[in-house]
């Protein structure tokens, strides 16, 4: 029976199981430390059960299921035959993620492809030098990987396209949404355009013009509305490309260009306040503020992903 090996024990390791498990894919979950690994295989299962469509799944018990997936140890692990797709999801540390890939490069055979979720470090750098970095690929998945249907494969200066094109077809299978950036650039594609609106919505506040509240409401409810209906290139199609060429005209030189973080970001990391994790960012949270948000979050991600689905 063929499987997915995914490489890590960590939060996106068990989200992203969870989506090949919810669609009946079985999974290896590789690690270091094995009691990890066995928790984020539970984590795993436990994900798939919520998210599946397929009876099969929802309906049996977590051990059954359990006994479907397994986990294993990454350093002795040998048993590559019926391995279709291996992705690594360690933390991100180049030197890890090259010593992984280097390990993988001589163990597991050449026509499987490898992939590696790092958010930061292209493939072509994680890749350099490995005798078969033609079949090695970025695949970006975002946070929660179980929900968020994105999956951004990257091609790296040796990656193949038709091995890309493969796995896009993989992800597909399963109900994701793939897109191929040709070119293995910062931020690949998403988070660049997202960078371009944090640094107009952070220079924004920073000037005094809107509050991070305001900021979030006129997203939310203007264009980032329409965005869970369809996506910016084609809206304009819809709304005409001349009134917004017309508009470009008068906001594009007044847009921050800035290569820093604004001072009140900047300061904001000199006192610690990260945000939620830190119990303070741009405002203040209590423990039950991050919980009841966190649960909204969570529950409204699953309404839009059922809006993203209708045909």
């Not at 597991?108 to 992939?115: A, E, R």
């Not at 994680?126 to 990987?145: D, E, S, V």
């Not at 994105?150 to 992800?171: M, P």
Request: hydrophobic share 45%; proline share 5%; aromatic share 8%.
């Amino acid at each position: 029976m063929t499987y997915i090996a995914v490489i890590g024990s960590g939060t996106m390791a068990a989200g992203i199981a969870a989506g090949f498990i919810a669609e009946q894919y079985p999974v290896l979950i590789l690690g270091r430390n094995q009691a990890k690994v066995s928790q984020c295989l539970q984590k795993a299962v436990a994900l798939a059960q919520t998210i599946s469509t397929q009876a099969a799944i929802r309906e049996q018990s977590p051990s059954t299921l359990l006994a479907q997936q397994r986990g294993g140890d990454l350093d002795t692990w040998g048993d590559w035959q019926d391995c279709i797709w291996v992705i690594e999801t360690v933390a991100e540390d180049l030197a890890l993620k090259q010593a992984i890939f280097q390990s993988l490069d001589q163990r597991v055979p050449p026509h499987i492809p490898i992939g590696s979720n790092s958010s930061g470090f292209p493939i072509s750098k994680i890749a350099q030098n490995l005798t078969t970095a033609n079949r090695m690929i970025g695949a970006h998945y975002f946070m929660p990987a179980e929900i968020v249907p994105l999956v951004e494969i990257v091609l790296g200066e040796k990656s193949a396209l038709a091995i890309a094109e493969q796995v896009c077809e993989l992800y597909r299978q399963i109900h994701k949404k793939p897109v191929l950036v040709k070119r293995d650039i910062p931020g690949f594609l998403a988070n660049r355009i997202q960078h371009a609106l944090m640094r107009e919505a952070l220079a924004l506040v920073d000037a005094g013009i809107a509050t991070p509240a305001d900021i979030d409401d006129a997203v939310r409810y203007s264009f980032g509305f329409r965005y869970a209906a369809i996506g910016p290139m084609t809206q304009k199609e819809i709304s005409g490309w001349d009134g917004m060429a017309n508009a470009a005209k008068e906001i594009y030189p007044s847009l921050s260009n800035s290569q820093t973080i604004p001072p009140s970001l900047a300061q904001l990391m000199a006192e610690g306040k990260t945000g939620m994790k830190a119990g303070a960012g741009y405002r203040s949270w209590t423990p039950e503020e991050i919980k009841a948000t966190t649960a909204l979050y969570s529950k409204r991600l699953k309404a839009a992903f059922e809006i993203l689905n209708m045909q």
